[in-house]
Structures are given as C-alpha cells and as structure tokens.
C-alpha cells in the first residue's frame, strides 16, 4: 500500500503564490505517473497537473503557464507550485498517484484547501 499526504493549501489574495506538496510512504517503488486533482464545491474533480516518473507533465488548459508540477523521486514527493492564482482556482486539491502496471489512479492523498480570495 502507499500513503499520500498533502501541505501547503491556505489563503491566498488573488494573483498570489502557493506551493502544494505530496509526501508518499509505503510501497514507493511500485510508483509511476503523480498527479493534482482538484474539486471546487458543486463540481466534478479534475484533473490539473500530472508527471510521469520519467518527468513528462501535462496540465489543465485553465492552469497552462500559472502552475508547475514537479517531483523528487528520492524523496518519493510530487510538488505542485501555483502563480497568479485566481478565485476560480478555488478548490480541494488532491495527490494522486498510479501503480504501476495499472492506468488509473489507484492512490489518492486526503485533501487540502486552496482558497484564494478576490
């Protein structure tokens, strides 16, 4: 099994900074593709940022230029660093991560809070 835990949600004015982290434990190894998932109230969880272990990323078109994904495989964390941010970025921001051999998420972090105000 692999455990994910998030940091680094809060408050934050519009056009501001945030760095998210996800720390893994457990099986590691067993590891690929991470990602940032994120669901605002009244809506479906999306997906926002992912990077394979071989560092490929894809992105969100809403958060294309403003948000960089990132991962330190010795450390078995994924990091996601958030620019000029907007309300609309508003949400729970999940980890999620694959195992290997499988092509959907089969770990997921417990949440936490991004809120940026206007």
């Known amino acids: 099994q692999v455990q994910l835990v998030e940091s680094g949600g809060g408050l934050v004015q519009a056009g501001g900074s945030l760095r998210l982290s996800c720390a893994a434990s457990?099986?590691?190894?067993?590891?690929?593709?991470m990602g940032w998932y994120r669901q605002a109230p009244g809506k479906q969880r999306e997906l926002v940022a992912a990077i394979t272990s071989g560092g490929f990323t894809n992105y969100a078109d809403s958060v294309k230029g403003r948000f960089t994904i990132s991962r330190d495989n010795a450390k078995s964390t994924v990091y996601l660093q958030m620019n000029s941010l907007k309300p609309e970025d508003t949400a729970v921001y999940y980890c999620?991560?694959?195992?290997?051999?499988?092509?959907?998420?089969?770990?997921w972090g417990q949440g936490t809070q991004v809120t940026v105000s206007s």
């Open positions: 457990g099986r590691t190894p067993g590891i690929t593709t």
């Open positions: 999620a991560a694959k195992r290997l051999g499988t092509s959907s998420y089969d770990y």
